[in-house]
């Protein structure tokens, strides 16, 4: 069976291709800007496919020429990329989207597996969020996310396609460059690592869902495997590190490994408004977990910050750390 990976050499792509190609896979990856320096180690076992989603043209090429049957559509634009520019986050997570469903269709792939987000949520979000709760997104980002999430419903009740998909909460890892609501919690450590300073844009009692990129990757693998008469639910939150951590918890967990850490706290009232306006206490993955078996690998930011500084020490190429 050959996989297709869309957004295939990005955070979760690249570390859901190692996965596959560990385990024997054919692996192809899709995406706009290649990264070249996330596939180290397994450069010569993955195809990678430059290309557009929002072209419907290249995605269904790369669908049909590979004869793909499994489908990760991990790619698109992110949060804060969205919200400058929702005229291209149409076109890269809407439109990029039908067209990755049009090409399963048409071209009879098995299974598609979607990346959604807790940016579902916005609006009156209750403290305790539930794959019932209602989404009304208050980003770009997750307005085209709650979209792609009922098509790709639509496609399983009309067209019989396997489709399921995953909420991730925030996702942190080394090497992020592009902004998020999150990112605070990878700079801190990362910042930490190299021995730099680092100046938080968020208060020391914010909190928000985040899981570790290791997990969101193994995440995005356990449901595709998953038995298909156990995908009930079919979109899916699924969680990481609980409890939350303050960033001042987070802080101060750094310091045991890296006691000369210099973090600092100067909160932006703009991102401060989104934080307030969250109001997320939990994050519920029930149905994954007693539907196909999510349990996170790294629960903890103990086991977090301890891998983390383990990867950017060994593979400092991979995640563009200088």
Not at 44 to 57: A, E, H, P
Not at 66 to 72: D, G, P, R, T
Request: charged share 25%; net charge negative; glycine share 8%.
């Amino acid at each position: 069976m050959t996989k297709l990976i869309t957004g295939g050499t990005g955070f979760i792509g690249a570390e859901l291709a190692r996965i596959l190609v560990e385990r024997g896979e054919n692996v192809v990856l899709f995406d706009i800007a290649p990264n070249y320096n996330r596939l180290e180690g397994i450069e010569t076992k993955v195809k990678v496919v430059q290309g557009d989603l929002s072209n419907w043209s290249e995605v269904f090429n790369v669908v049909k020429e590979n004869s793909i049957q499994c489908i990760y559509h991990l790619g698109g634009m992110l949060s804060v990329p969205s919200n400058a520019n929702p005229w291209a986050s149409f076109r890269a997570n809407v439109c990029g989207t039908f067209h990755v469903l049009e090409a399963a269709r048409l071209f009879e792939v098995e299974k598609v597996i979607f990346s959604s987000t807790s940016a579902t949520y916005g609006l009156d979000t209750e403290p305790v969020v539930t794959d019932k709760s209602v989404q009304r997104p208050t980003t770009m980002y997750g307005c085209g996310k709650v979209y792609g999430e009922l098509l790709g419903r639509f496609y399983l009740n009309k067209f019989g396609l396997d489709f399921r998909s995953v909420r991730y909460p925030s996702i942190i890892g080394p090497g992020v460059k592009t902004p998020g609501v999150a990112q605070y919690n990878s700079w801190m450590i990362e910042h930490a690592a190299l021995g730099k300073p680092f100046e938080c844009d968020v208060t020391e009692e914010t909190t928000i869902p985040v899981m570790y990129f290791k997990d969101a990757a193994r995440c995005a693998d356990m449901i595709c495997e998953a038995p298909k008469e156990k995908i009930k639910t079919v979109n899916y939150n699924v969680n990481g590190i609980s409890p939350q951590k303050t960033a001042k918890e987070i802080e101060l967990i750094i310091k045991k490994y890296l006691p000369e850490a210099v973090i600092t706290y100067h909160p932006n009232p703009e991102i401060m408004k989104f934080y307030k306006s969250l109001n997320m206490e939990t994050y519920d993955d029930t149905n994954a977990r007693e539907e196909w078996g999510w349990t996170p690998l790294y629960q903890t930011f103990e086991k977090v910050v301890a891998d983390f500084i383990e990867e950017i020490r060994q593979h400092p190429k991979r995640y563009g750390i200088t």
